[in-house]
């Protein structure tokens, strides 16, 4: 008998959506629709927070409402679960490939071809992002997974969520941690917001810098509107 020696089978080409994917492209593009996803969220929860400024019973009635929504409530937290996890593989993803490619990194930054919009935002996305991955867990701990305490609401016994707030945030350190990743938060969303846009193709020619104000005038918006809550509550201005 002859050995025939037969070639391998060859490996299946990926589908056409995974070499989309895998591409430089294709990475942006998914790292800007689920990093707009997560900013979203931010706005919303940001406007929840806000509630408190009404008082107590306003607070725990937002918090109700939402917790009366149910499974519809645990899809939309499923999903950005999701959203968040794919946008930090992603991101992950991007910065080792940039490691790859220039293991060695620059001395200083200079652009070649115009202005630069490089940035202490764009020059440590993995950084802040990490550190709001860790504080997300500590902050859902803390609040969402927290102590359960009881009140009253239109006859009804709900969670008193306000008197856990304003629990955490009468004590310094929480206070001063919170702060202190909120100013991550802004160098995060400084450059993620217009990064994002641009990603997706809707930047062009001027708008890239008028997006790139706009960005950095909502980072601020957002830092402010979050950073200035937990104060408040330290100071005694909301009890």
Known sequence: ??????APDPQPSP???LRFYRSPIGKKLVSGLTGLALVTFVVVHLVGNLWLWAGRQAYNAYAHRLESWGGLLYAIEALLLLALLVHMAVG?????????ARPQGYQRYQSVGGDS?????????VVTGATLGVFLVAHLLTFKFGPYYSTELQGETVRDLARLVVEVFRQPAPTLIYSAVLLGLG?????GLWSALQSLGLLQGPQRLLAVGASLVLAIAIVLGFGVLPWAVFLGAIT
């Not at 008998?1 to 037969?6: E, K, P």
Request: charged share 15%; proline share 3%; hydrophobic share 45%.
């Open 187 to 191: 160098v995060h969303l400084r450059h």
């Open 92 to 100: 992950l993803e991007i910065f080792v490939g940039r490691l790859r």
């Open 117 to 125: 919009l490089q940035s202490l935002g764009s020059r440590s996305m």
């Open 1 to 6: 008998m002859t050995n025939v020696l037969q």
């Open 15 to 17: 589908s056409p959506l």
